[in-house]
């Protein structure tokens, strides 16, 4: 199971920080990469970014430059940090599991979601 | 960045029908092409993979087709529990990218 956790508002121009806890399978399971994906009712669904357990991430070009994954294995969880916010960036961001390292990228198990508005 | 056009964006339908929604995708992909039920307020909920591939537990009358740039996902004979959006996701090219959806209902 995946478990979405952070603010719900935050200030334009700010970071968002929000943290995705993994229970019921390691984070250090080699088969998997963690995931975000978000939300808005300007784009839909976005594939954000990805990270392994070994730190090595992906970012999608649309967020490169304000985008950072990390991942804290001791406490099964993993991160995102999203900066320069503007009210386009208001929805709600899933963190999702990729299916296995030798499926292609779709995801299997996701979290519930987490609302975020970027309002003053 | 690859553009996948889903339609129709909104379909009405009976218990019972057989529907189809279409998936047309700006470049080939192959077959790398996935499809997601979300109802009102949960997460998008993985059904087929690799244009045809039933995720375990997804009910047989789910059923995806298509390679390079057309997919389809019909479903055999709607069940009350099937009234949802789904969309369509490929990832057969980096950035992936998902399709706008289509809203099924009543």
């Known amino acids: 199971q995946l478990q979405e956790s952070g603010p719900g508002l935050v200030t334009p121009s700010e970071t968002l920080a929000l943290t995705c806890t993994v229970s019921g399978a390691p984070i250090t399971n080699d088969n998997f990469h963690w995931v975000w994906i978000r939300q808005t009712p300007g784009k839909g669904l976005e594939w954000i970014g990805s990270i392994y357990y070994s730190g090595s991430a992906s970012y999608s070009p649309s967020f490169r430059g304000r985008l950072t994954i990390l991942v804290d294995t001791s406490k099964r969880q993993f991160f995102l940090r999203l900066g320069s916010l503007s009210a386009a960036d208001s929805g709600v961001y899933f963190c999702?599991?990729?299916?296995?390292?030798?499926?292609?990228?779709?995801?299997?198990?996701w979290g519930r979601g987490a609302l975020v508005t970027v309002s003053s | 960045d690859i553009q996948l056009t889903q339609s129709p964006s909104t379909l009405s339908a009976s218990v019972g029908d057989r529907v189809t929604i279409s998936c047309r995708a700006s470049e080939a992909i192959s077959k790398w092409v996935a499809w997601y039920q979300q109802k009102p307020g949960k997460a998008p909920s993985l059904l087929i993979y690799?244009?045809?591939t039933l995720e375990s537990g997804v009910p047989s009358r789910f059923i995806g087709s298509g390679s390079g740039t057309d997919f389809t996902l019909t479903i055999s004979s709607l069940q009350s529990d099937d009234f949802a959006t789904y969309y369509c996701q490929q990832y057969g090219a980096f950035p992936y990218s998902f399709g706008l959806g289509t809203k099924l209902d009543i």
């Open positions: 999702a599991r990729r299916a296995g390292v030798t499926a292609g990228w779709y995801f299997d198990v």
């Open positions: 690799a244009a045809s």
